[in-house]
């Protein structure tokens, strides 16, 4: 066997170059990591920083980069610390949601990083919470209508971004002044969203994964409560509502799907004629293409599920003045479906079962019963029994 391929754990390398550690937001599988040439198709590489920000620079050195490499990029003023998360041919893809060309002007990679950035870089990585907590007070000293969430030092720590959320326009110049003149660096400031806070926050969601924002989203669409509705979700803020307090970013996940197999099904304002009454909608599933119709607008009576195209039919012959005897066609027989295997079996068949032994192991089998080899090897037992404690006779 190869030696290269036993030192990348039996993976020929995909682990090592594509995978890289999941232990930053926004990761991403190089799938193309190790295909030959692929590090020398393109020298634009994608560089990614504290949280959500990332970047694309150009390696005019032609350092031999990998991802997970720690590289010294160019920055304005002075160079900025961050790692490397893809190269090769997807970073051209990924290039095209920024709205970006090969062509573009991009900034360069310095060099790999040296022991000296690094204490440089954890040195101002240590600043930020203080810088922080410090900035929040003297925004509350100025009266200003913001909050600032988070705090980003450059890797060389002559400059700091502050992130701050606020629902109208601040005019902060007279905050940079004060801020510069206490921190002695370069301020920069930058709005963020409330789902934009929660990405780089993170955390976990209802569903008990890793929060969208935080992992893969990077276009934050907006959601409205119509989403939920073409769902039939129960419009509950409570439920809807995400850790951002804004709508779930997931509600605009099958709203395409729903949509779409909406079409299939009648609107929701017609009535239904037979010769029996009149069917109004009580309610639908939209997945299966059911129609459940009732013969009270108010409350559920006399229930009727029937098919989205024997509704169309039936409202059909409501047009031409005919009405049907029952809106089922040859009563109400209901197609077979398949059962899910866990309600074919109750998850307590076990705990019975166990309850049944316990019983049967106190209360014993009484004598006499049984088996008849038991009862044979029973009766032997109390004979040998017998004539051990009898004495001998002289």
């Known amino acids: ?34 295909v030959p040439g692929n590090e020398e198709y393109t020298d634009i590489v994608e560089v990614q920083f504290k949280n959500t920000r990332k970047g694309y620079y150009k390696n005019s050195n032609n350092i031999p980069l990998q991802k997970g490499d720690i590289v010294a990029v160019e920055a304005t003023p002075g160079h900025d610390i961050g790692k490397v998360t893809m190269t090769g041919r997807l970073v051209l893809l990924q290039l095209k949601k920024t709205r970006l060309t090969p ?3 991009f900034k360069r990679i310095y060099r790999k990083a040296r022991p000296v950035d690094m204490e440089k870089y954890e040195e101002a990585k240590a600043r930020e919470h203080d810088t ?44 940079i002044k004060v801020l510069a003149e206490v921190f002695r660096i370069k301020i920069e400031m930058k709005q963020i969203g409330a789902r934009q806070e929660a990405g780089r926050i993170g955390g976990i ?31 509950n803020p409570q439920k809807l509502a995400g850790q951002c307090a804004k709508l779930k970013c997931c509600l605009n996940y099958e709203v395409d799907a729903y949509v779409e197999a909406s079409r299939g099904l009648p609107p929701r304002d017609a009535e239904l ?33 029937i098919t989205g195209r024997r509704a169309f039919a039936v409202i059909e012959m409501n047009k031409r003045g005919e009405r049907p005897e029952a809106l089922q066609v040859g009563g109400a027989q209901e197609e077979k479906r398949p059962v899910d295997l866990l309600e074919q079996e109750n998850i307590n068949r076990f705990d019975n079962a166990s309850k049944g032994g316990k019983k049967r192991r106190k209360g014993g089998n009484p004598q006499g019963q049984g088996r008849p080899e038991q009862r044979k090897n029973n009766g032997r037992r109390d004979k040998e029994k017998s004539g051990r404690n009898t004495p001998k006779s002289e």
């Open 1 to 34: 066997m190869d030696k290269k391929y036993k030192e990348n754990n039996g993976c020929a390398g995909i682990c090592c170059k594509g995978c890289g550690r999941m232990d930053a937001p926004l990761n991403t599988f190089d799938w193309l990591a190790c």
């Open 103 to 105: 062509e573009s002007e």
């Open 205 to 235: 969601g209802p569903c008990g994964r890793e929060l969208c924002c935080a992992t893969f989203t990077t276009n934050f669409v907006s959601v409205s409560t119509s989403a939920a509705r073409f769902q039939d979700i129960s419009l």
């Open 273 to 305: 004629e037979t010769k029996d009454g009149t069917y109004y909608f009580f309610k639908c599933d939209i997945m299966r293409g059911e129609v459940t119709y009732s013969t009270d607008k108010h409350i559920p009576a006399n229930l009727v599920t």
């Open 132 to 175: 922080m907590i410090r900035s929040r007070q003297i925004a509350k000293d100025l009266n200003l209508d913001m909050k600032i969430g988070d705090v980003e030092y450059q890797g060389d720590g002559q400059k700091a971004i502050f992130y701050y959320i606020a629902d109208n326009r601040v005019d902060f110049r007279q905050l």
